[in-house]
């Protein structure tokens, strides 16, 4: 499995905005969906974002018009772009690389926890 490392989580006010990266230890090119998903304390996993190797992004209904995700290949990196957040984006935040839907290869990070409050 490709070892995934995220990054830019933290404490944000309302309204504000936070950039998350996530660095694998291989190229990314070769991986068939990249993704970000979270977990709110006392709820499950959601799934925020994805973006496949053709491009095509995917995003949760909660955070359509507010959250970008991209990828910088030469980079081996993937980018979650937050803006106008709200208090219930508080979550750990958790990079994926894999074939989701399908679970023949899934890799996980660490996660990085984004706190929105007052």
């Known amino acids: 499995q490709v070892q995934l490392v995220e990054s830019g989580g933290g404490l944000v006010q309302p309204g504000g905005s936070l950039r998350l990266s996530c660095t694998a230890s291989?190229?990314?090119?070769?991986?068939?969906?990249m993704g970000w998903f979270r977990q709110a304390p006392g709820k499950q996993r959601e799934l925020v974002a994805t973006i496949t190797g053709g491009g095509t992004t995917d995003y949760a209904d909660s955070v359509k018009g507010r959250f970008t995700i991209s990828r910088d290949n030469a980079k081996n990196t993937v980018y979650l772009q937050m803006n106008s957040l709200k208090p219930e984006d508080t979550a750990v935040y958790y990079c994926?690389?894999?074939?989701?839907?399908?679970?023949?290869?899934?890799?996980w990070g660490q996660g990085t926890q984004v706190t929105v409050s007052s």
């Open positions: 994926y690389g894999g074939t989701y839907p399908d679970k023949v290869y899934d890799s």
């Open positions: 291989r190229t990314i090119f070769s991986i068939g969906v």
